[in-house]
């Protein structure tokens, strides 16, 4: 039963993030709107599948993995969304 929520409280939290970052309408530059769109999609992954740990143990290293492992992956989908955008 604690997988479960702690699966459930993971996916809120990525559907958080992905909420609050993804643009709401298209922004002057289609760049810079799929670059925020590959962004919230990372990070709704992302926070989906490391945040489960802290989740089910609130410890400081939990988020550090999380920071970690979703950091350099939004990074890179932003300035891929963002080239996507760039040149299409």
């Known amino acids: 039963m604690i997988n479960f929520f702690s699966i459930l409280i993971a996916v809120g939290f ?3 993030f992905f909420r609050i970052i993804k643009p709401k309408y298209e922004l002057s530059s289609k760049s ?6 590959f962004l919230a999609w990372s990070l ?3 926070t989906s599948f490391y945040i489960r740990p802290f989740v ?3 410890n400081l290293n ?3 993995y999380w920071l970690m492992m979703s950091a350099p992956f ?3 989908a932003f300035i891929f969304g963002f080239l996507y955008g760039k040149f299409r």
Do not use: E, H, K
């Open 74 to 76: 939004a990074i890179f």
């Open 14 to 16: 990525g559907y958080l």
């Open 62 to 64: 939990n988020i550090i």
């Open 44 to 46: 709704f992954a992302s």
């Open 32 to 37: 810079m709107y799929f670059g925020r769109t």
């Open 56 to 58: 089910v143990d609130q």
